[in-house]
T-cell receptor
Framework: DAGVIQSPRHEVTEMGQEVTLRCKPISGHDYLFWYRQTMMRGLELLIYFNNNVPIDDSGMPEDRFSAKMPNASFSTLKIQPSEPRDSAVYFC?????????????FGQGTRLTVV | AQSVAQPEDQVNVAEGNPLTVKCTYSVSGNPYLFWYVQYPNRGLQFLLKYITGDNLVKGSYGFEAEFNKSQTSFHLKKPSALVSDSALYFCAARWGNKLTFGGGTRVLVKP
């Protein structure tokens, strides 16, 4: 398996524009997580899905952020409109629930810069 | 609240010397514990985990971690550090389905 795949790797956009980040989890994994990494706040869990259903979105900072998982192999994180303070590295991770003990596998991340 | 703490922002060690990166977690049930490493411009790579059983866990690249329930700690160790071990290390705890990370510790191994 190629691991968790995120696109794009880098995104530079102007304030007010819509940004869509994409994630393909590892095949067969039941859980998908979106994290944001910044110097100030470290790694924050934004939202996670189980079997394509959003379970906990309490980490989503504002209504400008939304996430979807239309099928088991694809998820998006959308920011509309984007603001400079959204600049961060966004990670997607997936995990299997076939054994309760397994670790999460992370993608390479998308570095978002909002100017 | 459930939390993970890494008290050191940075650890400096000479190559060949033992390396220890500290981690403690809040007392709330029995979380699963993990260590991840992040190299520049890369994602997080899994190193090792503690679920149950032996308190000394061995992982990738010669790393190991010691679980101490009474101190609610899960320190990462390596007997002999390499320059290539220089990276950002994250401790994490999982309560239920949520994985909570510490703030990270930057390790610098000098030749």
């Amino acid at each position: 398996d190629a691991g968790v795949i995120q696109s794009p790797r880098h995104e530079v956009t102007e304030m007010g524009q819509e940004v869509t980040l994409r994630c393909k989890p590892i095949s067969g994994h039941d859980y998908l997580f979106w994290y944001r990494q910044t110097m100030m706040r470290g790694l924050e869990l934004l939202i996670y899905f189980n079997n394509n259903v959003p379970i906990d979105d309490s980490g989503m900072p504002e209504d400008r952020f939304s996430a979807k998982m239309p099928n088991a192999s694809f998820s998006t994180l959308k920011i509309q409109p984007s603001e400079p303070r959204d600049s961060a590295v966004y990670f997607c991770a997936s995990r299997s629930d076939s054994h309760m003990n397994t670790e999460a596998f992370f993608g390479q991340g998308t570095r978002l810069t909002v100017v | 609240a459930q939390s993970v703490a890494q008290p050191e922002d940075q650890v400096n060690v000479a190559e060949g010397n033992p390396l220890t990166v500290k981690c403690t977690y809040s007392v709330s049930g029995n979380p699963y514990l993990f260590w991840y490493v992040q190299y520049p411009n890369r994602g997080l790579q899994f190193l090792l985990k503690y679920i149950t059983g032996d308190n000394l866990v061995k992982g990738s690249y010669g790393f190991e971690a010691e679980f101490n329930k009474s101190q609610t700690s899960f320190h990462l160790k390596k007997p002999s550090a390499l320059v290539s071990d220089s990276a950002l290390y994250f401790c994490a705890a999982r309560w239920g389905n949520k994985l909570t990370f510490g703030g990270g510790t930057r390790v610098l191994v000098k030749p």
